[in-house]
């Protein structure tokens, strides 16, 4: 039997309302390690609506909504003491200003007390609402928030993380008053990887690139959990094209990926990869012989 670890699991939620952050923070709590408010999201639709990166802009009403979601928590007895059964955080994605001195302002704002902080951490995408994907993160940026903050607050880095071995991190002096103890003195506490986790979902064990044994594993959980075929297509393509890091390394080539997309069924799909591999490797047996 196939024995699946339950990692952590935030939910992120996309909120200009502090009584509808609040209300769908309690809801969703019980079930999840913690919540977290998107304050990044770039798209048109979601800036609109006050949404997502939108937020970068009005600091005061992502302080009341953390100020009454944080009062709800501890009003539902959850605490922030992650040992416990009952340890939940609350946090905030956040892009950068062009002008970094109002993200320090915002960043301020949404830890509020430093003794006894809205937020537990902050992920911090170093890219403007208008900075495309294609640009790489500004880490001088990061360098400066990190040195301001890094000593208050935990820090996550968004952004580029595309190989263990090749995360944009900053280096930076360590504060002469930082008892806090930071990785190898970045002042970063943690990666978020996005696009390249994706392509190699088995990035955070260290590997550089996508296998034929993720490969595997990802099709043993579709079939223990289905998913829509549009989602496996998807998923696939990610995983068999060109890794994300320096190593472009394909499992399948393109006219292979397009093969690929022409399966119109699960079983389709998985005898096509069974005999991908097998012909690829030169064995019998297909995906489910390799683990
Ligand atoms: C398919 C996709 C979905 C994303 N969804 C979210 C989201 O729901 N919330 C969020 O804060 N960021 C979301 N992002 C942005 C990423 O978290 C991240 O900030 C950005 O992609 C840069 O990181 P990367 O270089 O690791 O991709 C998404 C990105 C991608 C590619």
Redesign the pocket.
């Known amino acids: 039997m196939v024995r699946y670890s339950k990692p952590p699991t935030i939910a992120?939620f996309g909120a200009s309302s502090p009584i509808e952050l609040s209300r769908a923070a309690s809801l969703v709590i019980p079930y999840v390690n913690g919540v977290d408010l998107?304050c990044?999201?770039p798209q048109t639709w979601a800036c609109a609506a006050n949404l997502g990166a939108a937020l970068m802009e009005n600091r005061e009403l992502v302080r009341d909504m953390l100020v009454e979601t944080r009062g709800v928590m501890q009003r539902d007895g959850w605490v922030r003491d992650k040992e416990s059964s009952r340890g939940r955080s609350l946090s905030v994605?956040i892009r950068i200003h062009k002008d970094l001195r109002k993200t320090v302002d915002f960043i301020n704002t949404v830890i509020g007390d430093l003794q006894e902080p809205l937020v537990d951490f902050i992920t911090i995408?170093p890219r403007t609402r208008r900075t495309p994907?294609n640009i790489p993160i500004d880490t001088d940026a990061l360098r400066f928030l990190a040195s301001e903050f890094g000593h208050k607050i935990p820090l996550i880095l968004?952004?580029?993380?595309f190989t263990l071995s090749s995360i944009p991190i900053p280096t930076l002096e360590k504060h002469a008053d930082d008892d806090v103890p930071t990785p190898a003195g970045t002042g970063i506490r943690g990666v978020?990887?996005?696009?390249?986790i994706?392509m190699n979902p088995a990035l955070y064990a260290g590997h550089d690139t996508c296998s034929w044994k993720v490969v595997a594993s990802f099709m043993r959980n579709v079939v223990a959990s289905p998913l829509p075929l549009r989602l496996v297509h998807h998923h696939l393509g990610e995983m068999c094209g060109p890794g994300p890091g320096e190593n472009k390394a394909a499992l399948l080539d393109k006219r292979e990926r397009t093969a690929l997309l022409k399966q119109m069924t699960m079983l389709d799909v998985i005898d096509f990869l069974d005999r991908t591999v097998d012909g690829k490797l030169g064995k019998t047996g297909g995906l489910s012989r390799i683990r």
């Open positions: 992120q998107n990044g999201c994605k995408h994907s968004s952004g580029d993380v978020m990887s996005a696009r390249a994706l």
